[in-house]
């Protein structure tokens, strides 16, 4: 006997219907919950809600083989066959993270062909890849945040197994995997699951309605998401979760959802005997996300960090417009570097309105997760052009180093090692044809409101936007290409050999600047940064013995000062 089961608490009836069999009455039990079991039970399943002969799939469906509008197929998850049986975990802290999305990594697209790239990324140095989310969507090809199923990897990518293939694969190499989870709305195609509940409240996200948390039958739609949670942890075998816009889930419950979720898992990590990280992302510069339960925090690992990449980004190509109007100098700069955000409870001139919260100096810098580019600071980029189609080769590695000898978690893009030259546009696939036309019109008015002409715009709907996105590995080849992915190398391997280069204490942290320079001390090691078309003489805060790494030729110290050249970095031993 197989038991079907799906939560709907305000239907007078539930059907299960089988492919090619008779439709099945199901019974209700406590808690809104209908149940059936059946002899002899197919793979293909689907739910029929009331009297309406539309047979939907299984808001906890596992697997989705014919799309999100197709019907569910049941799956084993215990009979994959894991290699990773030794595998300890890898914590967050110390760690160098690598942003990338399944379906642009690799000319395939798919979860098996991201495994052949797995060697270049030990090579390069990293921990973790961060996937960008491989929940099932609306046609074949999109960023992922319009997921509508929250329980079934994409089949176009490799479906449950690829997933699995994957991450067997990663831990087999030493290789963490943390995957980017939406649970702040739903796509606007082919998610079935507010038929069957309230999933949905009456507050709205700039990506749709938001998630109902704290209203009727809230119980249920919260567990469905901490449930989804501990299903990529456990039963996936995954590392961590990045949670995508935290901030638009509202929750005036006592205890907040993210608070619920970080108990549960840190019971599951326990169990499991590895660590499990949990990361947020969230505009509202808030410590507590961060800050321990025993402190009246969340309990969550690590927040993305978008005060990090603005002062370094405005810094390296001038651009003030949007919300980079209040970064830009150098004091921003080192402002963020000791206390982690520039807005703690200042005035936001973006939000016409005081913005943040200062953070407990006592904090460790790894709870942050910084960058110089990601999917979002690069795609959501009228022409999404990376840093590499403005920035110098020189500017590029002063902004990785320092990016890399900051206290904070970093996280590289993909292909950003190499300074790829192909832009990571916005792309979708929806083949319903007023959704298409929707997506490509506010879009275009979007970037019409800061002076692009709509021409000028990627259709998002066009599959050479997607194309276009695609990394070219043949890059590599190129020596200029190979000169960038060799000093990324070199600069992560002595982040790793010098244990001052990853301390996380802010506290610890001595940052001296002037024109277009920058000297950040990190115990035994000095950073300075040069980062004028002109070269500079510098004075260090103590006497240089030599220099570990430069970014460019030229550099030369003279006990406590340091010539660099124009656009140069450098780090020296104390």
Not at 204 to 216: I, K, R, S, Y
Not at 236 to 258: C, F, K, N
Request: hydrophobic share 40%; proline share 7%.
């Amino acid at each position: 006997m197989t038991e079907f089961t799906v939560w709907a608490p305000e239907a007078s009836r539930v059907r299960l219907r089988l492919t090619g069999a008779a439709d099945h009455e199901m019974r209700a039990s406590r808690g809104g919950w209908w149940r059936v079991e059946v002899p002899d039970a197919g793979d293909d399943y689907q739910f029929l809600l009331d009297d309406d002969d539309q047979a939907l799939p299984d808001p906890r469906s596992r697997w989705q083989p014919d799309g999100v509008h197709g019907p569910s197929r049941r799956y084993d998850h215990a009979a994959f066959d894991w290699t990773d049986g030794g595998w300890t975990g890898r914590q967050l802290p110390g760690s160098v993270l690598y942003e990338l999305h399944v379906g642009t990594f690799t000319p395939e697209g798919t979860f098996d062909a991201a495994i052949g790239k797995l060697d270049h990324l030990v090579d390069l140095g990293v921990d973790m890849i961060e996937l960008l989310p491989v929940n099932a969507f609306n046609g074949e090809h999109n960023w992922g945040y319009d997921g509508a199923c929250w329980f079934a990897p994409h089949e176009p990518y490799g479906g449950p197994d690829g997933l699995k293939r994957l991450v067997d694969a990663a831990h087999a190499k030493g290789l963490g995997v943390i995957l980017d989870v939406v649970y702040n709305h739903f796509g606007p195609s082919g998610a079935y699951a507010p038929m069957f509940a309230p999933y949905l409240s009456e507050r709205d996200t700039p990506w749709g309605q938001a998630v109902n948390l704290d209203g009727p039958h809230s119980d249920g739609v919260r567990r469905f998401i901490t449930d989804s949670i501990l299903m990529w942890l456990r039963d996936y075998h995954v590392d961590g979760l990045r949670l995508d816009a935290v901030h638009a889930m509202p929750d005036s419950r006592a205890v907040h959802l993210l608070e619920e979720i970080a108990v549960e898992v840190e019971s599951l990590s326990v169990h499991l005997g590895r660590p499990l990280s949990l990361i947020a992302e969230s505009d509202l510069n808030d410590p507590r996300l961060i800050s321990p339960r025993e402190a009246g925090g969340y309990g969550l690992h690590a927040q993305w960090n978008d005060d990090a990449h603005h002062a370094l980004h405005t810094l390296l190509t001038g651009e003030r417009q949007g919300y980079y109007g209040d970064f830009g100098t150098m004091e921003c700069l080192a402002e963020v570097l000791t206390g982690a955000f520039f807005h703690t409870g200042t005035w936001s001139t973006f939000r016409h309105r005081q913005h943040g919260r200062p953070v407990d100096p006592r904090t460790p810098g790894h709870r942050f997760v910084a960058y110089l580019q990601n999917h979002d600071q690069i795609g959501n980029r009228a022409l999404g052009d990376r840093l590499s189609a403005t920035l110098s080769p020189a500017l590029l590695r002063v902004g990785a180093t320092l990016l890399m000898t900051a206290p904070f978690t970093p996280m590289l893009f993909m292909g950003e090692e190499w300074a790829a030259s192909t832009p990571w546009q916005y792309f979708t696939s929806h083949p319903e044809p007023e959704l298409a036309t929707a997506v490509v019109t506010g879009r275009r008015s979007e970037f019409a409101a800061h002076g692009w002409p709509p021409g000028d715009v990627p259709d998002p709907q066009d599959r050479q936007t997607f194309v276009r996105s695609r990394l070219d590995w043949a890059e590599l080849d190129k020596p200029e290409h190979r000169q960038m992915y060799e000093f990324h190398r070199r600069l992560i391997a002595l982040r790793k050999s010098r244990p001052e280069l990853s301390d996380p204490h802010l506290f610890a942290i001595d940052v001296r600047h002037g024109d277009r320079f920058l000297v950040m001390r990190r115990g035994g090691c000095l950073v300075a940064a040069n980062l004028a078309d002109k070269p500079q003489r510098v004075t260090l805060p103590g006497v240089a013995r030599r220099v570990l790494l430069a970014t460019g030729e030229g550099v030369t110290v003279q006990r406590d000062r340091i010539e660099l050249p124009a656009e140069t970095a450098a780090i020296v031993a104390l």
